[in-house]
């Protein structure tokens, strides 16, 4: 299956957070990084979600703990995932069913962070671990100096702006700029 890859702006919007248990948990911190105001519902909570300092709705899931929200994601049971699942479909929202793409209409990939660029691995749900070895990889493989490429690359895309420079001609400049930066 093709996927489209997209980066979402989170920040100060509803992310429901539905399971309580330790997968629900490594979901968090991702999730407040980008600024998203999460709730947890579930019956029981680890307390690793209870020290992140979340919204907790201490119960089953409710088609209306939906409301308002922008993503969904599914960390229960496969049972509870499918009515998320439908609930959320309803609704049009995309839902990421931790470890069960049966039940998921977004994949969260494996993901590099580093001087102000990200990038995300997918296997389409089909193999997160090897999505895990390559993120390792690409990480290896990144310039150790990646702040200066990205240092470059902002102030030269103020002057591209500024200049009116076509976009055809922004990628061998950018080019010959990281050369410049290794005499």
């Known amino acids: 299956m093709d996927l489209f890859p997209v980066f979402l702006k989170l920040s100060g919007r ?31 909570v680890h307390p690793a ?27 229960a049971t496969p049972e509870v995932n499918a009515a998320v699942a439908r609930e959320a479909a309803r609704r049009r929202l995309f839902v990421n ?19 102000g660029v990200t990038i995300a691995i997918s296997t389409s ?9 390559l993120r390792e990889a690409i990480d290896a493989v990144l310039p150790d100096d990646l702040e200066r490429w990205t240092a470059s690359a902002r102030a030269m895309r103020a002057r591209w702006k500024a200049e009116g420079v076509p976009m055809a001609d922004r990628r061998p400049q950018l080019i010959d700029a990281l050369k410049e930066l290794y005499p």
Do not use: C, M
């Open 49 to 75: 979600i209870r020290a992140a300092g979340v919204r907790i709705e201490a119960r089953e899931f409710q088609p209306s703990d939906l409301d308002d929200a922008w993503l969904v994601v599914a960390a």
């Open 125 to 133: 749900g089909e193999a997160p671990a090897l999505a895990g070895v």
């Open 97 to 115: 069913a931790v470890d069960d793409p049966a039940h998921a209409s977004a994949y969260l990939g494996g993901v590099v962070r580093r001087a």
């Open 14 to 44: 509803l992310v429901v957070v539905v399971g309580g248990g330790p997968v629900a948990a490594s979901k968090l911190d991702a999730l407040l990084n980008a600024r998203a105001d999460v709730t947890v519902v579930a019956p029981q």
